[in-house]
């Protein structure tokens, strides 16, 4: 039978294991999705750690997130109730929670958190901002800066622009004058641009011209790799209105741009065709070609749109063919420019305009999409990638932390520079609070971080049916954890975030403690009650009882303990030992008949009233309340564990 009941216990800790691994899953992905811009995907995530209750104030914070980005406001309001009120939460969801009533018309509940708020944050300019440009989207994300920029080692004096990498090589635009000769290009007496390849982890490579005919007298810019239906590699590249050696001019003698393709033959690059959405009398350019090769996306200023230049996108037909373009619709486009369109791996689109509210001239902007793919909201990506320049050309790598952006900022070494970004998601801190004797995992602790250099209490939870806490944590911070149980003396566990990698987003630390030697305390006892002069267990005494047995033969099967009975001073010696005696055995006999194997409970004894815990002698010197707690049973540990002894 002990064997049966172990294996149950095994196999339950095995389910609760998978349980949690699957749990820990599914946030991993839905954090992933929510680091992509892609919050239509993590929403599902999300709610499922809401549905399983795991870590579930995590995810109600982050579905507030989610569904107040994709502008899903009334969604939002519901998660933000779930955790708003939590003295752990960050004062910043206040301002979100205050944003989101607003945008669901609630105004007056919508001041009474923005004047919460500004109690914490008396300097914050955000209120101002978002009544000035409306933008929630923007404002929400931009909350705290995310991204690090710094130059590439091969910019020129002259420009240099839109990297995409391929291969190892990083393609990019350059006016470089110690390479390309010839005429120089009017507009900023620079030479016309050509394409180039460096070798992207070699700080040693020097920038190489592209071999082959794409090369021209004219502008050659913004590259995109795909392949065809032979899974041919394809190079989309803009350029002036120059094919097989023509050119070709608009309807006021200039020379618009195109997209053109080209294939790598013998170690060089070679035209290919003139893609059929060109004409000579509006421009074409800036392409990015979608992961499934299904989508190419591009800048135009044909007729028909909301500006100067619009982002458009025209279905690629599975033999290679662009079909009849799109223009991607008002809430991307503008009266201004927009161009520069970048599509990521899951498909969500960066593009540069100088029509949206930006921190200059072009920034880069990312698109929000709801559960059924349609564009409902836009991002400016904010400081540092934009700058009060123009800021343009965004390609972000697989990994979905770094990237390049092009700018003209100052401070770079020639008229547009390229710049590589870092991404740096939020860093929380996670872990499980374990026994130390039993390896089981401890609900129900109270787990405080704190600060260690301000010394301030940052933030307070208490762990799940599974142990499992989780904390946000600033990265370069030293920090202190305390955890503490009522069957667990608190223990303080310290860490800091100096060391830990930019792209990581959890660290893990669990914590292990060890429980009190007191049999009491760890099965919550109350008081055991015999009838006056009898011994018997009574129906309230089993109930207690059955609690150190739960604690004996599953919690702590290795535990081997004493048995004392105590009574009050009332009465003889005599007759106090001979009760306290009866109703050790008693008790002893209950537990033994219950399951508790008696090679663990090595003695059981009456000390009548010769050993109180206070100070009464008599029903005369003593309160009912003072006599009551000199009627006691006790459950001394000898041993918790195998090796583990108890001191007493």
Not at 136 to 163: I, K
Request: charged share 25%; net charge negative.
């Amino acid at each position: 039978m002990k064997n049966y009941k172990n294996l149950v216990l095994l196999t339950l800790l095995f389910l609760v294991g998978q349980f949690t691994v699957a749990q820990i899953a599914s946030q991993k992905k839905a954090d992933y999705y929510f680091s992509k811009f892609s919050y239509s995907l993590a929403i599902p995530e999300y709610e499922r750690m809401v549905e399983t209750d795991f870590n579930a104030e995590y995810a109600h914070q982050q579905l507030a997130e989610c569904y107040l980005l994709i502008r899903d406001y009334k969604k939002s309001i519901p998660h933000f109730k779930a955790v708003i009120n939590n003295a752990t939460l960050p004062t910043d969801y206040y301002f979100k929670y205050a944003m989101a009533l607003y945008a669901n018309g609630d105004l007056e509940e919508s001041e009474v958190w923005l004047k919460k708020y500004k109690k914490y944050n008396k300097n914050d300019s955000r209120v101002k901002r978002f009544l000035k440009d409306g933008n929630l989207a923007s404002v929400v994300f931009n909350s705290r800066q995310r991204y690090e920029v710094e130059p590439v080692s091969f910019n020129s004096a002259d420009s240099d622009f839109g990297a995409f990498r391929f291969l190892g090589n990083i393609y990019f635009a350059s006016s470089r004058r110690d390479v390309v000769t010839g005429e120089t290009y009017g507009w900023n007496d620079e030479p016309w641009l050509d394409l180039f390849a460096v070798q992207e982890d070699n700080p040693m490579s020097e920038p190489i011209r592209l071999k082959g005919d794409i090369n021209t007298k004219f502008h050659e810019s913004s590259v995109a790799f795909s392949t065809d239906y032979k899974n041919d590699t394809i190079m989309y590249f803009t350029r002036n209105n120059f094919y097989d050696k023509k050119e070709g001019y608009g309807a006021s003698n200039e020379i618009n741009l195109k997209i053109y393709s080209a294939k790598f033959v013998d170690g060089e690059w070679v035209e290919n065709s003139n893609l059929r959405m060109n004409s000579d009398y509006y421009s074409t350019g800036h392409p990015s070609v979608n992961q499934a090769r299904t989508r190419i996306y591009f800048a135009s200023d044909r007729p028909g749109g909301y500006g100067g230049t619009d982002i458009y996108y025209a279905e690629i037909h599975e033999r290679g063919g662009i079909q009849t373009p799109i223009n991607a619709g008002p809430i991307v486009n503008t009266e201004g420019n927009e161009m520069f369109p970048f599509i990521n791996e899951e498909g969500k689109l960066f593009f540069s305009s100088d029509g949206h509210v930006g921190f200059g001239q072009l920034d880069v902007f990312s698109t929000i999409s709801n559960e059924d793919g349609e564009v409902i909201d836009i991002i400016n990506l904010g400081t540092p990638i934009n700058s009060s320049s123009d800021d343009f050309a965004y390609y972000g790598l697989p990994n979905g932390l770094d990237g390049y952006v092009s700018s003209n900022r100052e401070g770079g070494v020639g008229s547009d520079d390229i710049y590589k970004f870092k991404f740096t998601p939020a860093l929380d801190v996670e872990g499980y609070v374990v026994d130390g004797v039993n390896n089981q995992m401890l609900d129900s602790v109270t787990v405080k971080l704190f600060d260690q250099i301000t010394n301030t209490l940052v933030a307070q939870t208490t762990t799940d049916e599974n142990g499992y806490y989780r904390f946000p944590v600033n990265r370069k911070t030293t920090y202190m954890i305390e955890a503490v149980r009522k069957t667990h003396p608190h223990k303080n566990v310290f860490f800091n975030t100096a060391s830990t990698p930019k792209a990581q987003k959890i660290m893990r630390q669990d914590i292990v403690l060890e429980p009190v030697l007191d049999l009491k305390v760890l099965a919550g006892l109350n008081k055991i009650y015999f009838d006056f002069n009898k011994s018997d267990i009574r129906p309230d005494a089993a109930a207690e009882l059955n609690k150190v047995i739960k604690v004996m033969n599953i919690t702590y099967p290795d535990m081997i303990i004493k048995l004392e009975a105590h009574t009050d001073p009332v009465g003889s010696h005599a007759y106090n030992d001979n009760l306290s005696e009866r109703r050790a055995k008693s008790t002893y006999e209950y537990l033994i008949e219950n399951g508790v194997s008696k090679d663990r409970i090595v003695s059981y004894k009456g000390f009548g009233k010769r050993v109180p815990i206070n100070h009464c002698t008599s029903k005369q010197d003593c309160t009912p309340e003072e006599l009551e707690l000199n009627r006691r049973t006790e459950f001394p540990i000898l041993q918790i564990k195998k090796g583990i002894v108890a001191s007493k």
